[in-house]
């Protein structure tokens, strides 16, 4: 959204009125209390048209803020509350945008705020015109021109603790841009004769206080100066220390503002030390000596003092010490030395001093120039701005009151061409008929003093240069002939006799009747002040000096360009200077700034009207009123005009569609203001009267409160409205939620007891039918349980009535039986007496034999030959019965585990039992066999194809292949050998080659021997003489010695026909080629192990132990 621009007046909320030239009616009084009115609401500022008058109010007000700066920035003059802003902003902006070369002139009387005002100015313009590194050093180094200046050039006085004592005027200058790029300074009649003497409560110029507070011992003791203020003759004791100022704080802040300008350090040095020259030159003092001719001569009292300025300024002391005691005339060829007596020493030195330092002055405005002009040479846009002294009318009104008081004729003069021609100018521009203004013109004024041929000034320097006695007197003498007929020159003895009574008017006076006001000036020093002499024995001697500065200072002093003509007096050189400031300022487009001073206390809050009556008086502000509302006192462009009053007519109000003159003629028309009370002109609307303006104003501010009605009424209204339509639209849905919930609840009750009841209900008849249930199950149990009793009761009673008949029958049969007994034992008793013994006993034992084969049967044991149970006899008689019966069960069952058997295992136990009976119980070996299966040929010849030759070679079935330790009989050790048992033979064959050793027929083999014992010796006994009983009877060991033996038995005895014989004992015969060697086993030690050694004892005994 657009930002809504707010149209403000100067004439919102006005505080008496902001434009005086609406002042109505208009003369000293309402202007005054304008003024008062405005000054005691904080509003120090107001206008006269385009003039701001300024009213100090001696505190700082907070309308200098950025803020500030920025409200004022860019808004035209009459938009906000009066304001020096608005001047600047006005100035800075026609400058920039218009091509027109501003100044601004800032006059008032001493204290009155000229000095700051021109401050205010040059830091609004600053704030709002252009940025950048280059730029703000310009800035920076304006704005620090001034501490400098002030500070050599401001002292204090009874009105102003820093009063500017010489007239300043600074071009500020601006590029096309409006950024600054320099400025130049000019500076007007700096008051020197401060520098010597000070009235009561005032001061020297600053610099000599902030240098002896501020300067280090260092500096000091360089410029040979103490610090004691009470040693220096120039320097005004009883107010030395000026209140709220720190002399030292301020000499830091001049020398740092002197950097920032660009001073160098020698220069500062320099400066300074010219200053302590002055400074000590006060403390010269002369004493009189009288001369041969009777006169007297002046002498310096003390030349330490002289000395010290010597060193410090490089000048010869003995040049010096002369130039204080004679005077040379020169003229034409000649050259008259007078001595000077000591008032006239006094004079000279104070002379000296005052030149010094005002020329010092004048060298550090020409310096700050040098740094702060503009480097380019592009065509510069300026604004000037002029802090000159105001109208002065004091009680003792001297040459300085004068000169200062002409000046601000020449300004008021200035202010009366330039604003009427911008008034006629305007007319012109606006098509308004021009009608002759009356006001009052002072160039009458100025003429009278500034007249070359019989002005006051001319007439002045007339005097001066005269030959012969010339005084005060003689001066006003002369102006009493001269201007006697003026009528703006007063004088008690002048040619006219108007004045003769007037006492008010001293005889050694004059008076003017300036354009502010009448002033009376003593003529008393006029000419001494116009002269300005310094002896130029002084200035030669300055000249000379080996200062640099100070011989810059006094160029005169040059004998080589020795000028016999008088310099030109004050009063001529000021007159000169004003006039080059006023053709400056006639090209430029001014602006006034009138500071008033409200109070001589320089206090706060103090309105003194008297005080300020005089200054309305010589600013002429009724005077710059009158001119400025000579034709119209009120003009506004139309478009403002009628956006400020359209709500005043129907027709404009609220929109005015076309042009903005008609709108305003429409609106004039109905407001039925006279006709001769406005002009239209091109642009604007001209009002003569500022009661119309008013009536305008008063009807705008009445419609307004009207409009504001309304506005609120409607406001007030709507708010109302939108805030009931809002409550209604709140209403109906809390409304609508509440109902909602209430619902929801009530639905949830109804539900929740809905549940209640149905689930009690449905509890209810659920029991109701358990019950019912239960009591029909109970009538059904209890149906059963009755059925069940009745039934038992019958059942018993059958059974009883049963049990009864059957015992009665059982006793009936008994009876019977008995009885049938009875009857056969009767009959038969003859025959059995005989025979009834034995058959009952045959019976008896049949039916005994009978149960007990019926119960064997289903005792047997397990059909396992290996089964020992046996169920136990029952009765003693039937003991061998039972064994026979339990030994054919074995039998029988034996027959048929073995009729399961295949011939294989048929063999192998036929094997098992061949070895049981040839060893069992005879070989301790045999037990651990009969575990063992007989697997005959452990050894696979046929697979190992190491054996291929062996196996090659035997043809026959192999029954036993296995390796055995045959014992070498020589020493009982073993080696491998590969027992091969087949059909026919018996075959040895080396392990690792399979090669057969020894091939015995079965038939050559007799026996067979081995110990009892637990080992596996066993010797195979050869038939003696046969082929293979050579080597003699082999010895084995074997693990298999039972299954070998038993199968070398069964084959023998199956191809031979004869039983093997098998010898066993623990000593045996073994043939051992053609020695019988005994083979002994005995019980060995456990030595090793488990295993049986072998050991050839000798020649006829091996000895086996075994373990
Ligand atoms: N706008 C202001 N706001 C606050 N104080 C002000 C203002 N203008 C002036 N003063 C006060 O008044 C004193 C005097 O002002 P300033 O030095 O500007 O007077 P002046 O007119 O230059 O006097 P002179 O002619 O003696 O130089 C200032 O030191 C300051 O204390
Ligand atoms: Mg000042």
């Not at 002055?361 to 480097?375: G, Y």
């Not at 056969?824 to 009978?850: C, D, H, M, P, S």
């Amino acid at each position: 959204m657009a930002k809504m621009e707010v149209k403000t007046s100067l004439l919102d909320n006005m505080i008496g009125v902001g434009d005086m030239v609406l002042l109505e009616p208009l003369n000293e009084e309402t202007v005054i209390n304008n003024l008062k009115k405005r000054f005691d609401h904080n509003e120090i500022y107001t206008y006269i048209g385009s003039v701001v008058i300024s009213v100090n109010p001696y505190r700082s007000l907070p309308i200098y803020s950025p803020e500030k700066v920025e409200d004022y920035r860019n808004r035209n003059f009459y938009e906000l509350s009066p304001h020096i802003f608005a001047l600047s902003d006005e100035a800075y902006r026609s400058l920039r945008d218009q091509d027109k070369d501003q100044c601004i002139l800032i006059t008032g009387e001493s204290g009155a705020g000229k000095t700051e005002a021109s401050k205010l100015v040059m830091s609004y313009v600053a704030a709002v015109c252009g940025k950048g590194a280059e730029v703000n050093q310009v800035k920076e180094q304006l704005l620090q021109s001034n501490p400098v200046l002030e500070a050599f050039g401001n002292a204090k006085t009874v009105r102003n603790d820093n009063s500017s004592r010489f007239g300043k005027y600074m071009d500020i200058e601006f590029d096309f841009k409006g950024d600054p790029l320099g400025g130049v300074i000019s500076n007007y009649l700096l008051e020197k004769s401060r520098v010597v003497k000070q009235p009561r409560g005032e001061r020297n110029f600053h610099v000599f206080y902030q240098l002896l507070s501020g300067a280090s011992e260092e500096l000091l003791n360089e410029l040979k100066l103490e610090r004691d203020f009470s040693r220096y003759n120039y320097l005004s004791l009883d107010s030395a220390k000026v209140n709220g100022v720190d002399d030292a704080a301020n000499f830091r802040t001049v020398r740092n503002a002197m950097q920032i300008v660009g001073f160098m350090d020698h220069e500062v040095e320099s400066v300074l030390e010219v200053v302590a020259a002055v400074l000590k030159l006060g403390n010269i003092e002369f004493k009189p000596e009288s001369r041969v001719n009777g006169l007297d001569e002046s002498k310096i009292k003390d030349k330490n003092e002289l000395k010290e300025i010597c060193e410090l300024t490089g000048i010869d002391q003995s040049v010096l010490e002369r130039a204080f005691s004679f005077r040379t005339v020169e003229a034409k060829q000649e050259k008259v030395s007078t001595t000077l007596n000591v008032a006239q020493a006094y004079y000279a030195r104070d002379a000296l001093a005052k030149n010094l330092y005002s020329r010092l002055f004048s060298w550090l405005v020409n310096r700050i120039n040098e740094s702060i002009k503009a480097q380019t040479k592009v065509r510069k846009k300026v604004m000037g701005v002029l802090d000159i002294y105001g109208f002065e009318i004091f009680e003792d009104n001297s040459f300085e009151q004068f000169i200062i008081n002409y000046c601000n004729e020449k300004l008021q003069q200035i202010f009366i061409e330039l604003t009427l021609k911008e008034e006629q100018e305007e007319y012109i521009r606006e098509d308004i008929e021009w009608t002759h203004i009356e006001y009052f013109n002072n160039a009458i004024i100025c003429d009278l003093i500034e007249n070359n041929t019989n002005g006051i000034l001319a007439m002045l320097d007339e005097e001066c240069l005269r030959p012969g006695t010339v005084t005060d007197e003689t001066f006003l003498e002369k102006l009493n002939q001269v201007c006697a007929t003026h009528q703006h020159f007063e004088s008690r003895m002048s040619k006219c006799s108007r004045f003769l009574n007037d006492t008010s008017l001293p005889h050694s006076c004059f008076r003017i009747q300036h354009y502010a006001g009448k002033v009376l000036y003593q003529v008393e020093g006029f000419v001494d002040k116009n002269n300005d002499l310094l002896y130029r024995d002084l200035s030669q001697a300055m000249w000379k000096a080996g200062h640099a500065l100070i011989k810059s200072l006094f160029p005169e002093g040059n004998p080589a360009k020795i000028n016999l003509k008088r310099p030109p007096t004050a009063g001529s050189q000021f007159k000169a200077s004003v006039a080059t400031l006023m053709k400056n300022l006639q090209t430029k487009n001014p602006n006034y700034i009138r500071c008033i001073k409200p109070n001589d206390k320089k206090a706060a809050h103090i309105f003194n009207e008297g005080l300020v009556c005089h200054q309305v008086r010589y600013l002429g502000l009724l005077e710059n009123v009158r001119v400025r509302r000579a034709g119209y006192a009120f003009r506004q462009a139309y478009e403002p005009c009628l956006e400020r009053y359209k709500m005043l007519c129907k027709q404009t109000w609220p929109h005015w569609k076309g042009p903005a003159r008609a709108g305003v003629e429409v609106l004039f028309n109905e407001l039925e203001i006279p006709v001769e009370e406005y002009s239209f002109g091109r642009s604007k609307i001209f009002i003569r009267n500022p009661r119309t303006l008013f009536k305008l104003e008063d009807l705008r501010k009445q419609r307004l409160e009207d409009l504001a009605t309304l506005i609120q009424k409607i406001y007030r209204g709507w708010k109302c409205r939108t805030h009931f339509l809002l409550m209604r639209k709140s209403q109906i849905v809390i409304a609508a939620w509440y109902r909602r919930y209430a619902q929801q609840k009530r639905y949830q009750q109804i539900k929740s007891s809905t549940l209640v009841i149905q689930s009690y209900i449905r509890g209810w008849k659920a029991r109701k039918i358990l019950r019912e249930l239960k009591h029909q199950k109970r009538c059904e149990e209890a149906a059963t349980t009755i059925a069940a009793y009745w039934h038992g009761t019958q059942a018993r009673r059958e059974l009883k009535r049963l049990k009864e008949e059957a015992r009665r029958k059982h006793a009936v049969a008994v009876i019977w039986a008995y009885w049938l007994g009875l009857k056969v034992r009767r009959e038969y008793r003859k025959f059995f007496r005989a025979n009834a013994g034995k058959k009952i006993y045959e019976f008896t034992l049949q039916r005994i034999v009978q149960k007990y084969f019926l119960e064997m049967k289903n005792k047997v044991p397990s059909l396992s030959p290996i089964d020992k149970n046996w169920p136990s006899r029952p009765y003693l008689f039937l003991d061998s019965t039972h064994k026979e019966l339990k030994r054919i069960f074995h039998l029988w069952r034996c027959k048929k585990y073995r009729d399961q058997f295949t011939d294989q295992q048929k063999l192998i136990y036929e094997e098992k039992l061949e070895a049981s009976e040839l060893f069992k119980d005879k070989k301790a070996l045999y037990p651990s066999s009969v575990g063992q299966p007989f697997q005959g040929p452990y050894l696979e010849i046929n697979k190992n194809p190491k054996y291929k030759k062996l196996k090659d070679a035997i043809e026959e079935k192999i029954i036993i292949a296995e390796v055995v330790n045959k014992i070498n009989r020589a020493n009982g050790k073993s080696t491998s050998r590969i027992f091969l048992l087949t059909n026919n033979n018996l075959l040895l064959a080396d392990q690792k080659s399979g090669q057969i050793k020894s091939e015995v027929p079965l038939v050559d083999v007799t026996k067979v021997s081995m110990s009892s014992q637990n080992d596996g010796f066993f010797a195979v006994h050869l038939k003696e003489g046969s082929e293979a009983a050579s080597k003699g009877d082999f010895l084995f060991s074997s693990d298999h010695l039972i299954e070998m033996a038993t199968k070398l038995y069964r084959t023998t005895l199956s191809q031979t026909k004869q039983k093997l014989s098998i010898e066993i004992s623990d000593e045996f015969l073994v043939q051992f080629r053609q020695d019988k060697v005994c083979v002994k086993f005995i019980q060995g030690n456990q030595k090793n192990g488990s295993v049986p050694t072998c050991k050839r004892k000798n020649n006829r005994l091996l000895e086996v132990a075994v373990p």
